[in-house]
């Protein structure tokens, strides 16, 4: 079938009705993987081993496509910033591939843990054939999620942490956090050790505190130190910024009063570390060597203040904005009750660095808006839809 506009029904709190029923024992009535009722012990789609590959080796979403509409929930812990509207859009691109065969239900629980738990149970009442979940408070999600295993609902997890036993209390984890953000720490760390001499004070700009993702980028980021004894992680690991541009600002501008020397940024949010270059500026102090993921505002900020700013080196990684297309494969053969022959998970890849140039000089659109994050699999066209 020809790929079409994705309907997309957008829910805040629209689930009352469901929660009613759910709360009654009601069963599922989804007319594909989520209709029988039944557990998914039993599912060959179901996965415990994390298999780190690369995206050349993703399958076409079209052999994956069901005989039959399905409905997929697609519940986000916090979807505020433009990392997160990227991989909702990505997710969106994905499944409407497969044409009218499948809508999707969206919801954000604003950072809530409570709305985040109240949207799954919804779907579960709803009924929906499978949940792809960004779970930002890790286990307090856990019984839920089990509940909706129970019912014979796939959940596949692409973002935060779960706990439990991927593969059996849910269907998969796409995220590679077993590796990934300790990995992209480690490179992070090891680009700025050679930019610093071995020598300096360094600020891991993190995310909100006990998230799994920035705790395991500090966990990276430690133990290359500790082959540089004179290499200090400013506050001991992940600073909490929110990920949000404004408070990464007002967190920075704290952390320049408090100390003479902060001669490194790591940030596992390049868009949000922006606001921290907003603080150096307005402190007066040179901006230093930053290591990120990527993002149009971040190189092309890059571009303008570096010629001012020579020691202002820039790395970044990719922000794996398709990762959410890894979650849609494994949440349709989930669907399908059939096996997936691809990675379970993406790990992190080098796309800009300054001090190398050539392939990676830092990529700068001014076409596109500075929210933009080129490593996307989304066209530029599309990224300019998404935030126009």
């Not at 499944?95 to 579960?124: F, H, R, W």
């Not at 100390?259 to 402190?283: H, K, N, P, T």
């Not at 800009?352 to 392939?359: I, L, M, N, V």
Request: glycine share 12%; proline share 6%.
């Amino acid at each position: 079938m020809a790929p079409r506009s994705l309907k997309t029904v957008r829910t805040a709190g629209l689930f009352a009705t469901a929660l009613v029923l759910a709360a009654c024992g009601s069963s599922s009535n989804g007319s594909g993987g989520g209709g029988g009722g039944s557990s998914q012990a039993d599912n060959p789609a179901n996965v415990a081993d994390e298999v780190v590959g690369s995206q050349d080796q993703l399958v076409d979403v079209t052999s994956l496509c069901p005989d039959s509409p399905v409905t997929l929930g697609y519940a986000d812990s916090n979807g505020g910033n433009s990392w997160r509207k990227i991989v909702k859009a990505e997710f969106e691109d994905e499944v409407a591939k497969c044409g009218d065969s499948i809508d999707v239900i969206y919801t954000d629980a604003q950072g809530d843990p409570e709305k985040l738990k109240s949207d799954l149970n919804g779907m579960i009442a709803k009924g929906v054939d499978g949940i792809a979940l960004y779970n930002d408070p890790g286990p307090v999600t856990l019984p839920t999620v089990k509940q909706a295993m129970q019912r014979g609902i796939p959940v596949v997890l692409f973002g935060g942490e779960l706990g439990g036993n991927p593969g059996v209390d849910y269907t998969a984890d796409v995220t590679g956090y077993q590796s990934a953000p300790y990995v992209a720490g480690q490179d992070w760390a090891t680009w700025m050790a050679e930019q610093l001499g071995g020598k300096g004070n360094v600020a891991f700009l993190g995310g909100p505190p006990g998230n799994g993702f920035s705790e395991k980028v500090a966990d990276g980021i430690l133990d290359v130190f500790k082959d540089h004894p004179e290499m200090t992680l400013l506050e001991g690991g992940s600073i909490d910024t929110g990920w949000d541009p404004a408070e990464t600002q007002k967190v920075t501008a704290g952390l320049l009063s408090k100390y003479d020397e902060v001669d490194g940024i790591i940030s596992d949010y390049g868009l949000g570390s922006i606001g921290a270059m907003r603080a150096f500026q307005a402190a007066g102090r040179p901006l230093v060597p930053w290591a990120v993921q990527d993002g149009n505002d971040v190189a092309c900020t890059w571009k303008d203040l570096s010629k001012d700013n020579p020691d202002f080196a820039l790395m970044t990684e990719s922000s794996r904005t398709w990762i959410s297309r890894l979650a849609s494969h494994r949440l349709l053969a989930a669907v399908n009750r059939t096996e997936l022959d691809e990675p379970t998970a993406m790990g992190y890849t080098v796309v800009e660095d300054s001090t190398k140039g050539g392939d990676l000089e830092p990529k700068c659109n001014p076409d596109l808006p500075p929210d933009a994050i080129l490593s996307t699999t989304l066209s530029p066209d599309q990224l300019a839809a998404l935030f126009s």
